[in-house]
């Protein structure tokens, strides 16, 4: 197996901790070697551009070219980005500065001013893209200890997996995550929101908008069923976990639904220790427990 | 000696022209009274009713009843008749169609007896009586047949074989028809017994008539003086020749008079007057909505031109609203 | 009900609600007749320029319903150069770029880019609301990244709060807590190593001019 | 009363069409055929999904074998769609195709009316006529006639230029009519064509010239058709063709004469470029014009209005081609088939005072505008408006006479995308800032919306709103001294003043002016605009309802220049399948007259507009020439004998069907009507 | 008549149209594919002209029950005949005095032009007759005809020579 590079993003190492931790014992588990790229720095995010994009860019450019050195072998570096924003705006980077001469012209002059050198060869990957295509939902099932059966599980891929540079899924159903579901036996809820934006950072700046954003997801979920909502992106479990009891105390609702990391669920899967994946990290912890009928594990809020 | 076949005449609601017509065989009634021996006649001899009830049924050969039924007494002679005759054959215009006397289906029984008895100009009639139905008096009743709301053809009220067509109908169509019964030679139940061609084709002013007429007034025959050759169409005046029955001799446009229909309509057509109106409407001279009104409106009347011997036989029969 | 410009934002005292201030005559010398093409160039290429108004950015914007003006309207008036009333908008503020207008646009306008080229232009005109939470948030997150390389969600938190609601970091404090016992929050501040690179970086990017087509 | 034919071995077979869910859906078919088949004649009922689909069409021709019917109704839609294929197949089962008779429940009935029970009664009704009226169907022989195989085409623009030399090229003889003295319509007055932006003369003149060499085509422009008679296949043409003062034959276009002409200057407006140059009484429209052969004006040559000139232009003809001695001559063709495609005319734009047009100078209809950016036209391309200037802003005022209740409803359909042409060109040629004002942009053709993305992206202003007014009073400084066009941009939401210095109308298309004459003359009809009625707006968009007279372009609606072309090739198409084809069938519906019931009155005989009805001098009655009657059936109703009848609308058929339809106890209207069924 | 017909209450009029084959039926046709929903109360007789309508054809649709009758031509002008919607509307105008004259009301028999693209028209000018006819009531000429005719069911043939009868 190849070896990736890992770019954490801001986000990984505060509020997502427990993605980082999941994500990490899942891929040992898988057998997959993860290196962290060295010395990486914010990607600007949603609001560097507001700025100033020029800045914005050589921000996200750094770290690829950061990438691009650090894989001496020759191979064409793998980027993992588990969080959402910093997949997309490293990408879009990637993108502009291919499709439009003058951005890569700009962003060249201000990577060189750090006497750094864009190729453009890193390959920036999402885990969720990784685990789908490289590793396979067949090696995946195969490896899972504890059949999810029965659960049902509302899967949220957010606003900027998809949008609108990734290629791996579709951008208006996408689907990875749901197949994932199903490949450590537990079932997909269809809920059409799973692309509708969580509100990103308006819970913290207007919550007014930025809840009712929010709640629309989370009663849609609860009233189709699911068990738990599973996402890979780190402000979008922010936003549906740790809001819940505001959403609970301003719009009278009793939503109490256990927002994981789809990473941790995978992990939950193969049996690993929930130390491991960063459960006690939880705000609404799910508890397990066997049932005996479907061999598989049911959870509780 | 062989019994010589039996006939009948019957005068219904009518002015009595036909039973004139009869004797205007001149002659020729002699021969008609050889040939067959008339039991009941009573314009010219004398029987009661109580006579022909006393006939076998279906003992005359034929009888020849003209004029409307008007009257119950009508009505019930013509049941009577019909039953004790082989052949009945309706004769003249008010049998055959209604007749003048049909034309008084615009009204209502009431509008016409209030009009005779009351209103007419030249009726006094200070203690308002009406003739009664029945009256009783010292013990004696005495009863008069009732003149009904709606006046009829005599096949609406009977089964009729033949029809002897006009007003009246000519000898010579008597005498065919009477001729035709002797010998037995009969055509199919249900026709009129004379020519089913329009008047036209007999018509001496027929060549007269031009092929681009285009009528812009219409005259009434007192209102011109009448062309003695030329066709009365092509001189503005309302002829109904082309859409009457011929057979007639042309008496009439030979007497310097318009037809007025009396014959009928041929046997392709269902309605006289809507016939010839359509006919003649067809080539008025307009081409806008008041000229037309302004050329029809010199027809004063429509229904009593166009159905002046037809209206009981006309589709529409009787105007609605006269009923009461 | 909760106000949506929680700090008393109103953009025209005159007028209570934004929305009427476009009920008057518009004459064409107020315009900015430059202005639509500027922002085409900024907002890569001449595709704004060929909105045909449908509409689908406005509906499929989950943020809409907040907005003072919508999405395709800020499109047409950008276009017509309705330079001030679209620099003062909340709209391009409250874009959260979840480019679902962009994916779902049948002329495929980069309509997030556009926002994004409508807040710097507001910024460099100093026209933005500036008491409205968003660019305040975007100025202080880009202060930390510039000094640190890195985000700290806590410190950008509190310093947010600080500058705009005092009260709600109150209110936002139990959550705080919450986060922090789980080991989700941290004061420590996130650097990274070669920050002296990093800042020449982007001081050389700063130096130049924004891209255009 | 009528006779009754065949009455004692009456076979009817009925057959109700579901027409999927069309009929099915709001007439219970089921109970219908139930109904019917207790009429007294019929020996089949049946339902079927869809009757003109083959196995439908297959099920009458077996159930003529299997039960011997010898009349068939079916019920399914307007006779007018499918009484043809209906009649085919009865044939083809071996009755007379006549002895058909079709009930319309689904135009009539399942389409018109929601109530179930109401629809179904109709039906019953409906079809029960039907059956009634079968029986006095007679067997009637097909009517056919020859067709002449040569063609007369009316209008010499891009239509009937197309149609004619189709026609050609497939080897049959054309006339072509043209009243303007070239051809070329007004395609040849366009500077450019969108969406591709050819050069209108560059691809026109090819075809005009192409129509003059071609052998099969005889062109005769500056002529007019003066009446029609005949039939199809047979029609007989009277053209009548203006003098030009010209010889056709022997000018070749040097045009000396217009150079001698006494006149130094043109003096009287210039038709071709819409008054914005001036031209002399001797003079061409435009170089490349077809035949190209000049035309002295008499209403302006000082020759024919004083008799005093002194006529060097004769002087300067080397070829003795001026001739003012011509005088009009007629024409009489005989031709098989005839295309119109006499075109539109332009809304005129005085009729909207609120545009300012004819008020301002620098207000110019869309087809000025054509002229004024030519590079043939009066200012040579340069863009250089009445008062002198070079435009730097303009604007574009879309449906100018189109879309609105108060000049013309319909939409131009050409407008959005020749404003769209405009737009691009006034922009190229001035670098002008231009601004449309549109209600909707209507671009649906191939490439079109391209176009218009093309045009958005090259910053020409789009405001959605319909403009109130042009005026010229200044509100500001900035708006001194230009045209003010005030509208509501209804994409902002607010009312704006836009100050420009040209603004082009862009004007809708029209009937022209004399197309209710050409109708008439032509026997075809005009749908409420006036444009020419077209026999099927779906299936038969060239073809009248009058058979061998087709129509192409505008002449039948709105139409840019692909769509005229198109068109013109299908009514070429139609008419060389109708000559090819050699002979056409016509419905045998003629009046005839029976002899001998026949009194002579000659009621009927100025009734027919079409002198069918003649007098027979020996037998003194009437009788009809079936060749000349076209069945109308005027006269018939108006016997006063009853003694005309019309084959398939005699008066036995009709009031059966009257009859049939009224008759709610059967049994009492087959008493009264003595037909006995056997 | 049919059952409901018979009582006036539920009573729907019962309209005979005679329309040509080129400006009306095509209307009517129109109608149809525009799904222009209109009264069920009309049934259309396809004549190739309005010129075809035979007073006749009129008449015998009343006296065999016809609520109303329409006839629909083209416009003047319009006719594919050239003329014959003329004729018609001579023969209409003349036809509908004598009708007045018989007591049948002029909203009974209407003349129509309806141009072929005139769709909406054939609606309108059904409503509307239908809603007029229904405030004039029943026609119901055969029904006439039998209560007519009930004056001489007083009459057998067993009171012959006997009594009369006598009726207020």
Known sequence: M?????????????????????????????????????????????????????????????????????????????LLTPCNACYLVLTKTQKYMSTYPHVKEKVDQALSAASLHYEGKTKVRHPLDVIANDIGLKTVSDMVKKNLQGLRVACYYGCQIVRPFADFDDQHNPMTMDHLVSALGGEAVDWPLKTRCCSGSLTGTIPEAGLRL?????????????????????????????????????????????????????????????????????????????????GGVKVHA | ????????????????????????????????????????????????????????????????????????????????????????????????????????????????????????????????????????????????????????????????????????????????????????????????????????????????????????????????????????????????????????????????????????????????????????????????????EKVLTTIPDPVGTFYRYGLAGSLLRKKIGSEK | MISLFPLGFVENKSSPDPRDKMRKIKYESELDLKFGEQMAAKAYGQKLLSCIQCGTCSSTCPLSDYMDYTPRKIIAMTREGFRDEVLNSLTIWLCSSCYACTVKCPRQIHITDVMYTLKREAIARGVYPKRYPIPIFSREFFNIVRKQGRNSEAILLIKFYLKTNLFMMFKQAFMGLRLMRTGRFSFKRDKIERIDKLQRLLKAAESIEEVRT | MPNHQNNGNMRIGYYVCHCGHNIANQVDVEALAAYISKLPGVAVSRSYKYMCSDPGQELIQQDIKDHGLNRIVVASCSPLLHEQTFRKAVEKGGLNPYFFQMVNIRENVSWVHEDRKEATQKAMDLSRAAVHRVFFHKELEKKYVKINPDALVVGGGIAGIHAALTLANSGKKVYLVEKEPTIGGHMAQFDKTFPTLDCAACILTPKMSAVKSHPNITLWTYSEVTNVSGYV?????????????????????????????????????????????????????????????????????????????????????????????????????????????????????????????????????????????????????????????????????????????????????????????????????SGAEVYNFYIDIRAAGKAYEEFYDKVLEENVHFIRGRVAEVIDWAANPAEEGKLIIRAEDTMIGTVRRIPVDMVVLAVGMEPREDAQAVRKMFNISCSTEGFFLERHPKLAPVDTFTDGVFIAGACQGPKDIPDSVAQAGAAAAQAMM????????????????????????????????????????????????????????????????????????????????????????????????????? | MSDNKKETKNWEPTIVAFFCNWCTYTAADLAGVSRLRHAANVRIIRVMCSGRVDPQFILNAYAKGADGVLIGGCHFGDCHYMEGNYKTARRFHLLKRMLQDMGIEEERCRLEWISASEGERVRTVINDMVEKVKALGPLRLPERFNEWDKEMEFIGEHNIGEEVHIHA
């Open chain 1, 2 to 78: 190849k070896k990736y590079l890992y770019y954490p993003g801001c986000s990984l190492h505060s509020t997502g901790k427990a993605y980082e931790e999941s994500m990490l014992s899942v891929f040992r588990y898988l057998n997959v070697e993860v290196e962290e790229l060295k010395d990486w720095n914010c990607c600007g995010a949603t609001s560097y551009a507001s700025i100033d994009e020029v800045q914005a860019f050589s921000l996200a450019a750094r770290n690829l070219v950061i990438a691009e050195n650090q894989n001496g072998n020759g191979e064409l570096p793998e």
């Open chain 2, 1 to 292: 000696m062989p019994e010589k076949p039996k006939v009948a005449f019957y005068w219904c609601a009518s002015c009595g022209g036909c039973e004139e017509s009869v004797v205007d065989l001149a002659e020729d009634i002699l021969m008609v009274a050889e040939a067959v021996d008339i039991v009941f006649w009573p314009v010219a001899m004398d029987f009661k009713k109580s006579d022909v009830v006393a006939m076998p049924d279906r003992s005359i050969v034929a009888t020849f009843i003209n004029g409307a039924i008007r009257t119950s007494e009508q009505e019930e002679m013509a049941r009577l008749i019909r039953k004790k005759s082989q052949f009945i054959i309706a004769y003249g215009s008010c049998a055959h169609m209604g007749g003048i006397p049909s034309l008084a289906n615009q009204f209502s029984r009431e509008q016409i007896l209030n009009y005779v008895y009351h209103e007419a100009p030249t009726v006094q009639n200070s203690e308002r009586t009406r003739p009664m139905l029945e009256l009783g008096r010292n013990g004696t009743r005495v009863t008069l047949p009732e003149f009904r709301n709606t006046v009829r053809k005599l096949d609406q009220v009977i089964d009729v074989d033949y029809y002897l067509p006009g007003c009246a109908p000519t000898p010579k169509l008597l005498k065919e028809a009477v001729l035709a019964l002797l010998s037995g030679n009969l055509p199919p139940i249900g026709t009129v017994l004379a020519p089913d061609v329009a008047l036209c084709d007999e018509c001496p002013r027929k060549e007269t008539k031009p092929e681009d007429i285009a009528y812009t007034e219409f005259k009434r025959p007192h209102q011109v003086v009448t062309d003695e050759s030329t066709c009365f169409l092509a001189q503005g005046m309302i002829c109904m020749g082309p859409a009457t029955r011929g057979g007639c001799e042309a008496v009439c446009t030979k007497g310097n008079m318009p037809c007025t229909g009396c014959f009928g309509p041929t046997s392709r057509c269902i309605d006289q007057g809507a016939k010839i109106l359509s006919s003649i409407c067809s080539a008025v001279s307009a081409t806008n909505e008041i000229d037309m």
């Open chain 1, 214 to 294: 929010n709640r629309r997801l989370l009663v849609e979920a609860v009233k189709r069923k699911a068990e738990m909502i599973i996402t890979c992106c780190p402000l979008c479990q922010f936003n549906l976990e740790c809001f819940q009891d505001k959403i609970n105390a301003n719009y009278g609702e009793n939503i109490h639904i256990p927002v994981m990391y789809f990473t941790q669920l995978m992990g939950v899967a193969f049996g690993l220790p929930e130390g491991d994946l960063g459960i006690q990290r939880l705000f609404v912890k799910p508890s397990w427990h066997l049932s005996s009928q479907k």
């Open chain 4, 233 to 429: 296949g047979n029609y007989i043409v009277q053209v009548k063709r203006k003098p030009r003062y010209i010889d056709e034959k022997l000018c070749v276009g040097c045009l000396a004469c217009i150079d001698e002409c006494v006149y130094k200057e043109g003096k009287y407006a210039d038709e071709f470029n819409m008054g914005l140059s001036k031209r002399k009484p001797i003079y061409m429209s435009f170089p490349q014009a077809t035949p190209k052969v000049v035309v002295i004006d008499p209403e302006t040559c000082i020759q024919f209005k004083s008799g005093k000139c002194k006529q060097t232009c004769i002087e300067s003809c080397d070829r003795g081609a001026i001739d003012l001695s011509q005088k009009e001559t007629n024409e009489e063709v005989n031709v098989g088939t005839i295309i119109l495609s006499t075109g539109y005319r332009t809304f005129d734009a005085h009729r909207v005072p609120f545009y300012g047009y004819g008020k301002y100078p620098n207000v110019y209809t869309s087809l000025e505008v054509e002229r004024l950016i030519n590079a043939s036209g009066p200012t040579g391309g340069e863009l250089i408006l009445r008062d002198g200037s070079h435009p730097k802003t303009v604007g574009i005022i879309h449906c100018v006479g189109s879309r609105d209740r108060n000049t013309n409803r319909w939409c131009s359909r050409t407008c959005c995308m020749y404003s769209l042409k405009l737009a691009h060109l006034l922009k190229e040629h």
């Open chain 4, 578 to 678: 109708l000559v090819d084809t050699g002979e056409v069938e016509l419905e045998p519906n003629t009046a005839f007259i029976t002899e001998e019931h026949c009194s002579g009155c000659k009621s009927c005989i100025p009734l027919c507009p079409f002198h069918a009805i003649l007098f027979n001098d020996t037998s003194k009655k009437a009788y009809i020439n079936e060749a000349l009657c076209k069945g109308c059936g005027t006269c018939v109703a108006a016997c006063p004998s009853g003694s005309i009848q019309q084959n398939m609308f005699d008066d036995a058929e009709i009031l059966a069907e009257i009859n049939g339809l009224l008759a709610i106890d059967n049994s009492e209207f087959y008493e009264k009507e003595a037909i006995h069924v056997g």
